[in-house]
């Protein structure tokens, strides 16, 4: 038995080095440098030993994505445990989105932009993207009033991605980012407007 623990610890720490390989190069050259070939060389395992653990690039990706989700996860929680109204946890939550986004951009890239089998909404959603969006939807849900709050976060999300991909493109004016999210929050908080 302890033979058997012993080499489910050493699967487990080659995995980790793998995707945390992975990470570093993606984050540092870009998702081109991270190729099968070069991660052997990196963390001094031959291919084969790769493909035990992942059957591709595209896997290790996802491994990539699913470690972001739970960061942001993490980071999206932590952002709301201030106090305030709805209005400030959504805007804390916003920062934290943005913020996130901008460290990790590699990983996030993994999460939102390349290929991937992963899925929301689905019955094989990973944990991690379920709690992701759970931490986004609480504070949404906080200022959803009467509107269906799954529905709202789904498109305050879209805007939150909105405003990283084109910012990262540079497609949006330099100097209003704190404008955007502030119209951003507003638009979603604001209670004093008459639905639809």
Same mark, same amino acid.
């Given at each position: 038995?302890?033979?058997?623990?012993? %080499?489910?610890?050493?699967?487990? #720490? =080659?995995?980790?080095?793998?995707?945390? *390989?992975?990470?570093?190069?993606? @984050?540092?050259? $870009?998702?081109?440098?991270?190729?099968?070939? %070069?991660?052997?060389? @990196?963390?001094?395992?031959?291919?084969?030993?790769?493909?035990?653990?992942?059957?591709? !690039? @595209?896997?290790? #990706?996802?491994?990539?994505?699913?470690?972001?989700?739970?960061?942001?996860?993490?980071?999206?929680?932590?952002?709301?445990?201030?106090?305030?109204? $709805?209005?400030?946890?959504?805007? %804390?939550?916003?920062?934290?989105?943005?913020?996130?986004? %901008?460290?990790?951009?590699?990983?996030?890239?993994? !999460?939102?932009?390349?290929?991937?089998?992963?899925?929301?909404?689905?019955?094989?959603?990973?944990?991690?993207?379920?709690?992701?969006?759970?931490?986004?939807?609480?504070?949404?849900?906080?200022?959803?009033? &009467?509107?269906? #709050?799954? *529905?709202?976060? &789904?498109?305050?999300?879209?805007?939150?991605?909105?405003?990283?991909?084109?910012?990262?493109?540079?497609?949006?004016?330099?100097?209003?980012?704190?404008?955007?999210?502030?119209?951003?929050?507003?638009?979603?908080?604001?209670?004093?407007?008459? =639905?639809?």
């Amino acid at each position: 038995m302890a033979i058997d623990d012993r %080499r489910e610890r050493e699967r487990a #720490a =080659r995995r980790r080095l793998i995707v945390t *390989t992975a990470r570093t190069l993606a @984050e540092a050259e $870009g998702w081109d440098a991270v190729t099968t070939r %070069r991660l052997s060389s @990196e963390i001094e395992y031959s291919q084969p030993v790769l493909y035990k653990h992942f059957a591709g !690039m @595209e896997q290790i #990706a996802d491994a990539v994505a699913i470690e972001g989700f739970d960061e942001l996860a993490k980071a999206v929680d932590a952002a709301q445990s201030g106090s305030g109204s $709805g209005g400030d946890a959504l805007g %804390r939550i916003t920062h934290a989105y943005l913020d996130f986004a %901008r460290d990790n951009p590699a990983v996030y890239d993994a !999460m939102f932009t390349r290929a991937t089998g992963l899925r929301f909404a689905a019955d094989d959603t990973p944990p991690q993207l379920e709690e992701a969006f759970a931490a986004v939807r609480q504070a949404v849900a906080a200022v959803a009033d &009467e509107r269906d #709050a799954d *529905t709202l976060t &789904e498109v305050f999300w879209a805007a939150l991605h909105g405003l990283v991909t084109l910012t990262r493109a540079g497609r949006l004016r330099a100097g209003h980012d704190s404008d955007r999210v502030r119209l951003l929050v507003n638009e979603f908080a604001d209670r004093s407007r008459p =639905r639809r």
